[in-house]
């Protein structure tokens, strides 16, 4: 080094803003590494991998000082030509361990050339997740065997691994050892890695291939419901999600509900080994669909994470629930677990491939909600929110930065359309969307795969080809909402008559009555009305589900929350003003209630893409303080004083402002019924 | 702690000396720990496990300043009662958890009560091995859940272990995770397990019972040779070979010797599997019947530590040995490898068990020559010490405490009675040993089975049972240096015919002669006798392995060594004059010359017992300097004079002195022959 410090080239690069100055000729990779600056590589800077593109820009620089010339870098060579013309480089991009820093440069880093490039993005919670994940691939060279100075091939990638990349003392499970010497010899000396690193463990060579391997690395981020199994497939490198599809849970022909399934494990011997098998079988061919419609080797997944409800998660580890299914409700593992993919019969995937599953908050409230935590992340929010993961089974946060409640509440599947007598699971055919005009009392609707409502011109045609077939969850809230809106329903639940009502679609179903929605009849279809019936599990329902949240709020000494996130693959198709017309949720102003959709399945995301995510949501959990609904007589009481519509106890000001609930009563009979069992 | 210092019991504990005062009324466990004495407990000081158990010595200890009497601890206790009439406890002995030290004492800790505990003497190395196994057992009392504070079984089972027994963060694979909630329960909180800590991993759970689990744990050490796979089921708490067996290594039916199969390997696409699943299925039937010998479950083997050479290392991993076939005969894997036994389809013991692997020295020099090298420790040897390890394939260690090399030598299969015309594997029936009469030239032998001597009264009838079958390899070894030390052979090779040679015992083969050593034709037995070839084989086999211990010596640059230590099932039974003679092993006292038995199975079983021995032979290994044979111009130059019989080059001052080989010569062409191909 002859040159002064001022002497040598200034680099500034962006977007980091990181600037300083490098030794001329220092190439624009190793200017990035000596300055800290994010900038990815496979291949170590051998021109092989162009991970490691970076874009030059020209021109007048003032705010850095710089007047950056082409001559700032060195010129195009011979590596980037054979780069461009065997895989094609963009206009302007040059490869940054070929081009060298020979004066002031200014050098932007595009988002695709960053190692820890944020990728998922939480707007609702204001944060960013970055690419951080577990297993990365890695070029090497490996010194070439000496009988004379005999070490084994493992031992010599080895110490490439820790020379070349700073891995130190890797393993190797039986799969890579026994492809290792062909992979080696096969690309003379020269071999890709896939190093899984998660830091509780000494890291592991995972896959191995001859010279640069492009294939890819893949995760699959699992969203373990009851009833649906969601699937994403995403690439390790840019978290990107190449693929996505669910199943349904193969489970539900041993039992609808958690509680069935495990009474199920109870009362036959092998019950529970029966439904793991059959749930690892299910993720077994959704890796291979979800792989197959990426185009991608199921072989190259590498990582799976799981996140489910406690039940799911013991059946597919293959515990027992039983202890779920019995106070004190005692999970057999809660914190987060790190298994080989094999060791969970998941098959067809690569064979060495890690399994994140993580952790489970309380015997009720498992690593779905878990992960719904790690996506909206309660725990960071300035304000008081409330996340209530909608389902089955509904999962309840409460908190803010000081602290987080969480408890789940036994909603029963009405919400997702089961046990209403025209209800369905949202699919295209089923009615979604539901108002009802409170003078005419005549109704309109959606259904699924359509966007024209029922009175909209060409609406017979636009649903020709799906039928009007039932009512799904989101439809039946709405309905029950807009019945009430109407004066078609009292506050205690009670549907009037046609003539206390009004309306000839009230028509008497034995000793109550419905109201007709679509009388579909006349050409062989179904006839769509919400019973009696209907309504009482809608409000079972949301009084569990208020119950729930209102016993958060209890706990923590509030009367109010300052904003409402509903999440789930249902929660998100909710409308916010019917959820409290109902009184599902607490009061809250409208536009502070917001869908987050699948959270439970970004936060499975988060966990595949980042480790910190990981350890994040591990301390998370521990800091969680957890309720138990089913103990509590809090919660009975609430669950009481919530059936009514609206609630027989709590003010509910914002929705008072919104909509005036119509001061009917049909019946002397309607008070709260008790909650059926079966 | 009202009292002072001085006004404290003073203890003594032997044999370990270790003293100091304790406050009066401290449990005999207790004041064990504040001194550093190595005293066991299971069950932590429960009165439960009596792992604990001391012997209280009375009377005048004037060497301790101690006078003892019975009063120095506190009476008998109901717990002792209890479990002296439950299961016994030897007069004399107290638990050390229930008995209190109220004044000076003098306690010895009987070696079964130290965890500790020597169990593996070294005589010829000097040294000993401690108990220091990284399964151990461990009885917890776990919190029962509590709804309110949720936390899986598997949390409060950790933080128990770490309490109570200060292992932090253990793990636990799925099969113990699916036992536990069961196992909690039906021992009402009380546990144990059986923890693995090797160091290199967090500690791992590997077995779990309700309360006091009496079955123990075990450990198999496996030897496995290209011809035999020996097994020891050993205590992994005592050290105590529970049980010992040896198989014939199935993969004999491809290949008898290392490079057929490596050719197999080769030749066969598939091949390489076949003989993967050949070994593991049947180290999976060793285990069970080492098991059912022992009359324990073999679901309690824990652990099993296998050594072998790099061929065999190689296809029980399932690692095609192509590469050993070739120079430079790398290996995938040098280094020690910690793996789950079902990696290597080893079934019916323990679902969870592990398996370490000693490191290979070299792509000729494996793990075997590894764990010889523990287990004889040259590099502890004051003196310069070579040890050779006879089998099919020798491998051959010289050094001291400066320096050790080592190298193999393939001698072939007829050291183990292969490839000679009456020769047979050690078993009943077959010659061991044999002496020739000089003056007479009439042979007496031994035959394995029986101690009497061919001429001894009562031999007929001793060995009618086995009949005499065949000679095995150090009967040959024995017959053929007898027959030259007796002047029936030159130093050549050559045998003699009856009239050159003066014996009626040597009978025309061809162009050339046999010894008779025993005619068994006339009662329907073999005629066994020493052909030409047979001497022939023997001469190929014991130059390679002269030409491997010469080749070190150079390397080296010595021309003799200290010691020799004879080594392998085989070696064990070779009779040092016999190998001196033949020339077998270089110049050296005949005193010096032992026999170290099975010490590749012995270094296994260290390897087993300690994980101290494991980190050692992981280091000493490194630091072996590897001689590679298969490409050494000397080998070739030694291999050629150490044909003769004596040496053509070498003096034998030793050997001189023992015994003087006649000067005969029986023909011209008795030049030492190439070594056969095939």
Redesign the interface.
């Known amino acids: 080094m002859t040159e002064t410090e001022s002497g040598k080239p200034l680099v500034v690069f962006t977007p980091s803003g990181r600037r300083g100055r490098v030794a001329r000729g220092t190439p624009v990779l190793a200017a990035a590494r000596q300055l800290g600056v994010d900038l990815d590589s496979v291949c170590g800077g051998r021109g092989i991998c162009s991970r490691c593109q970076i874009a030059p820009a020209f021109g007048d620089f003032p705010k850095h000082g710089i007047h950056a010339t082409p001559e700032a870098l060195s010129p195009w060579n011979a590596v980037e030509e054979r780069y461009r013309t065997k895989r094609g480089l963009a206009e302007g991009r040059r490869l940054g361990c070929q081009a060298c820093i020979l004066d002031d440069a200014v050098i932007d880093v595009p988002p695709e050339s960053q190692v820890h490039r944020q990728v998922i993005r939480k707007a609702a919670s204001d944060r960013e997740i970055a690419m951080d994940p577990a297993t990365r691939l890695y070029l090497v060279d490996v010194e ?12 010599r990638l080895s110490a490439a691994l820790s020379e070349q990349w700073g891995i130190a003392a890797p ?4 799969p890579v ?2 492809r ?3 992979a080696l010899r096969k690309g003379d000396w020269q071999v890709s890695v896939a190093v899984f690193d998660d830091g ?3 890291p592991a060579i995972l896959g191995i291939w001859p010279g640069l391997h492009e294939g890819g690395l893949y995760g699959l981020a699992i969203d373990l419901g009851s009833t649906t199994i969601a699937a994403h497939l995403c690439d390790l490198a840019t978290g990107a999600v190449r693929a996505s599809d669910g199943v349904m849970n193969p489970q539900i022909r041993f039992g609808e509900d958690l509680m069935s399934r495990v009474s199920y494990a109870m009362m036959n011997p092998g019950g529970a080994a029966e439904m793991t098998a059959a749930v690892r079988t299910a993720l077994t061919d959704l890796a291979r669909s979800v792989a197959a419609d990426a185009g991608i080797e199921p072989a190259l997944i590498f990582e799976v994470v799981v996140v489910g409800n406690p039940v799911m998660h013991h059946l597919l ?4 629930p ?2 779920l299914g019995q ?9 987060a677990l ?2 080989a993919a094999a ?2 019969g998941l098959a067809g995937i690569a064979e060495t491939a890690r399994t994140y599953i993580l952790p ?4 009720h409230v498992g690593a779905d909600a878990a992960a719904v935590a790690l996506a909206e992340a309660p725990d960071r929010s300035e304000d008081l929110v409330l996340v209530v993961d909608v389902g089955t089974n509904a999962e309840i946060l409460l908190g803010n930065r000081s602290r987080v409640l969480a408890c789940s509440s036994p909603t029963g599947p009405a919400f997702e359309g089961a046990q209403i007598s025209a209800g369905q699971r949202a699919a295209p055919g089923a009615i979604e969307r539901v108002t009802i005009d409170p003078v005419t009392k005549e109704p309109r609707f959606r259904i699924i795969g359509s966007s024209r409502w029922s009175d909209d011109p060409g609406f017979a045609e636009a649903v020709d080809r799906t039928g009007i077939t039932g009512i799904c969850g989101s439809g039946i809230i709405e309905a029950v909402a807009e019945m009430r809106i109407a004066g078609l329903l009292d506050a205690s639940g009670l549907i009037g008559s046609a003539e206390a009502a009004g309306t000839p679609r009230l028509v008497p179903d034995g000793r109550t009555h419905s109201y007709v929605l679509h009388d579909g009849t006349s050409t062989g279809g179904p006839l769509i009305a919400v019973t009696q019936s209907d309504v009482r599990a809608i409000q079972l329902a949301k009084s569990a589900l208020y119950a729930g949240a209102r016993l958060l709020m209890d706990e923590l000494g509030v009367e109010r929350v300052d904003r409402i996130v509903l999440a789930g693959a249902f929660g998100a198709h909710i409308s916010p003003k019917h959820a409290m017309v109902l009184g599902m949720i607490p009061d809250c102003a409208l536009e502070r209630v917001t869908s987050a959709g699948n959270a439970a399945g970004t936060g499975a995301r988060m966990a595949l893409a980042s480790r910190v995510a990981r350890s994040e949501i591990e301390a998370t959990v521990r800091r969680i303080t ?1 309720v ?1 609904t ?2 509590a007589p809090r919660f009975q009481e609430h669950f009481v004083a919530a059936n009514a519509i609206p609630h027989a106890r709590d003010p509910f000001p914002e929705l008072a402002r919104l909509v005036r609930l119509p001061e009917v009563q049909f019946g002397a009979g309607g008070g709260p019924r008790r909650r059926r069992r079966g």
Not at 327 to 335: E, T, W
Request: aromatic share 4%; hydrophobic share 45%; proline share 12%.
């Open positions: 070439p065997p000496d009988m004379h100075h005999p070490s084994g091939d493992f031992e393993t190797a499970p039986l050892l026994a290792l010497q062909q509780t463990m000494p580890l293959g515990i027992d039983v202890e106070a004190p409700f005692a999970l057999a593992a809660s914190g790190r298994l060791d969970l489970c908050i309380a015997g957890k138990e089913a103990v």
